[in-house]
């Protein structure tokens, strides 16, 4: 999914997948990200990306950063069921 207001489009695509290791380059994705309009949609996107498939940052976040964050909404979500079926 692309949003053509997108802040990473006018920037080298480089500089959106640093290495893992490249903690400056990380914080420029992620500056990069923070003055985007679209965060809100591209972080649902990422999110909807198969991990794995997933590269670079994305929405402000890393993919391990949004691991993170698909781990905790399927565990809220098991909660949830489990709450329901209760």
């Given at each position: 999914m692309q949003f053509p207001k997108a802040v990473c489009l006018r920037v080298d695509p480089d500089v959106m997948f640093p290495s893992a290791k490249d903690t400056k380059g990380i914080a420029l994705a992620k500056a990069t990200c923070a003055f985007c309009p679209h965060n809100d949609e591209c972080m649902e996107a990422a999110l909807a990306t198969p991990a794995g498939r997933d590269e670079g940052v994305r929405a402000g976040t890393t993919q391990d950063e949004r691991r993170k964050i698909r781990r905790r909404r399927a565990a809220?979500?098991?909660?949830?069921?489990?709450?329901l079926a209760a």
């Open positions: 809220a979500t098991r909660k949830g069921q489990q709450a």
